[in-house]
């Protein structure tokens, strides 16, 4: 498969609450982005973390990467109703422009 | 243009019937991909351009696949003798094509073309 894996496959938590979203791939990897996607669309970009970095903030968002685990986390803080997605994380294969998406997070947060 | 446009939005056809679908990037933009997405399912990758040429076919699942770019602009995915399990949301995205300093390498998707496959 070319797909990255993401755990878990729901979260289902209280407005205000913290969600975290894990990602986990198998190649070598130029950067690591997250994405959101609402009603099953077009997905918007949120955050991007490079090979060379392990921990990205904006704004509520935090993104940690450690490339020895090939894996990835997105943390959400002070989720509001208005985060209720779907989030995908992306890795970049290391020389070139390929995108591998993940399975994804569907989250839903409860007002 | 000031977005991603895919068309048609929404495309109903018999199985075993050719369908093609259009993907205008944003003006510049040297990348173009398409994804295809089942419901409820992650991303699966299908084909990337880097101008007209297409480094990387490896995820088209089947010759009746193919897609095409001309003048580094428009793209289109077609699909021949269409089956039930082509039934997908199709999605495009750009990007510049070249990571710079103040480029973040993001995707700028479209909002999809839904193919329901009788």
């Known amino acids: 498969s070319q797909q990255g894996e993401e755990d878990p496959q729901a979260l289902s938590i209280q407005e205000g609450e913290n969600a975290t979203m894990n990602c986990s791939y198998k190649?070598?990897?130029?950067?690591l982005q997250w994405y959101r996607q609402n009603s099953g669309r077009g997905l918007v970009h949120l955050i991007l973390?490079?090979?060379?970095?392990r921990e990205k903030h904006s704004g509520r968002l935090r993104v940690t990467l450690d490339t020895s685990k090939k894996s990835s986390s997105l943390l959400i803080t002070a989720s509001r109703a208005a985060d209720t997605a779907s989030y995908f994380c992306?890795?970049?294969?290391?020389?070139?422009?390929?995108?591998?998406f993940g399975t994804g997070t569907r989250l839903k947060v409860l007002a | 243009g000031a977005g991603v446009s895919q068309s048609p939005s929404n495309k109903v056809t018999e199985k075993g019937k050719d369908v093609e679908l259009r993907c205008d990037p944003i003006?510049?933009?040297?990348?173009l991909y398409w994804y295809r997405q089942s419901l409820g399912q992650g991303l699966e990758f299908l084909i990337y351009?880097?101008?007209?040429?297409?480094?990387?076919k490896s995820g088209l699942p089947s010759d009746r696949f193919s897609a095409e770019r001309t003048g580094g602009s428009v793209s289109t995915l077609t699909i021949q003798r269409t089956q039930q399990e082509d039934s997908a949301v199709y999605l495009c995205?750009?990007?510049?094509?070249?990571?710079?300093?103040?480029?973040?390498?993001?995707?700028?998707f479209g909002e999809g073309s839904r193919l329901t496959v009788l």
């Open positions: 995205a750009s990007s510049p094509g070249v990571w710079t300093r103040s480029n973040t390498g993001e995707l700028f």
């Open positions: 190649t070598s990897i130029n950067n």
């Open positions: 973390i490079r090979s060379n970095e």
């Open positions: 992306a890795m970049v294969t290391s020389g070139t422009y390929k995108y591998i």
């Open positions: 003006s510049g933009h040297t990348a």
């Open positions: 351009f880097q101008g007209n040429s297409a480094p990387d």
